[in-house]
């Protein structure tokens, strides 16, 4: 009887970990968490109302993920941005959802089809500023924008690659997050370069899909590059 509270509190602190971790990676990836800043425990037990045990955990979950990194003398801060660490992601993404790409549409049947098809209508529908003036972020774009492009590779068949590719799409959303207003401002009709990918794997033109989306990835790299906002800590 005496080891059933301890199993109990330590599923309590396990589910309080995975809180902090999800939490945490927003802030990462949204870019709430400056990259190169410092992420001293006490402040952060102080931010999320948490104890030092489940915001350690989830901090070393967070360095798996490439997110943050754990210095001597320094403690934990977060992963630093800069334009070779973008060309080496972007490229190294080319490379995987290539490869993703090729095989889903090798592989396709209805099934993924028309969970594409529903996924790129979601995403046309939904504007990516909430005014059209300046850019003002809405919410509800990334979540299908990250959608789809999952459901681009998702029949590759092959859950590891699936996980890089991920892994690597979260590591271009923080830097596509930290240029987005300037993103918004340049003329690029993102609508349409959806649209092509889509309609290129729909009809199984597997060499087209596959340039129209490293072209895609690319073009993103670029406009981000050149933001100037990229510093190395």
């Not at 509270?5 to 400056?34: F, M, V, W």
């Not at 403690?75 to 941005?81: D, H, K, L, S, Y």
């Not at 459901?151 to 930290?178: K, N």
């Not at 690029?188 to 129209?212: C, M, P, Y």
Request: a neutral charge; hydrophobic letters at 35%; proline letters at 4%.
């Amino acid at each position: 009887m005496a080891r059933t509270p301890a199993i109990q509190n330590g599923n309590r602190s396990s589910t309080r970990a995975t809180g902090l971790y999800d939490q945490l990676r927003e802030d990462l990836l949204s870019g709430t968490l400056q990259p190169g800043s410092k992420l001293t425990i006490d402040t952060l037990a102080e931010r999320y109302a948490s104890s030092p045990t489940p915001l350690r955990e989830a901090l070393n979950r967070l360095i798996s993920d490439g997110l943050v990194e754990k210095r001597e003398l320094r403690g934990f801060v977060v992963t630093p941005v800069s334009d070779e660490d973008l060309m080496e992601i972007t490229k190294t993404r080319c490379w995987l959802e290539e490869i993703a790409l090729r095989e889903s549409i090798m592989r396709r049947d209805r099934t993924w089809e028309e969970a594409l098809v529903l996924a790129h209508h979601r995403l046309a529908r939904t504007p990516r500023s909430l005014s059209l003036e300046s850019f003002e972020n809405n919410p509800e774009w990334e979540p299908l924008h990250r959608a789809f492009h999952r459901t681009l590779i998702s029949g590759c068949g092959s859950r590891w690659l699936l996980t890089f590719c991920e892994l690597l799409a979260d590591q271009h959303h923080r830097y596509r997050t930290l240029s987005a207003p300037r993103a918004f401002s340049i003329k690029r009709d993102v609508k349409s370069e959806h649209e092509q990918i889509l309609d290129a794997a729909i009809t199984g033109n597997v060499d087209e899909a596959v340039a129209l989306l490293k072209a895609h990835i690319e073009r993103t790299a670029r406009i981000v590059k050149v933001d100037g906002a990229l510093t190395t800590a």
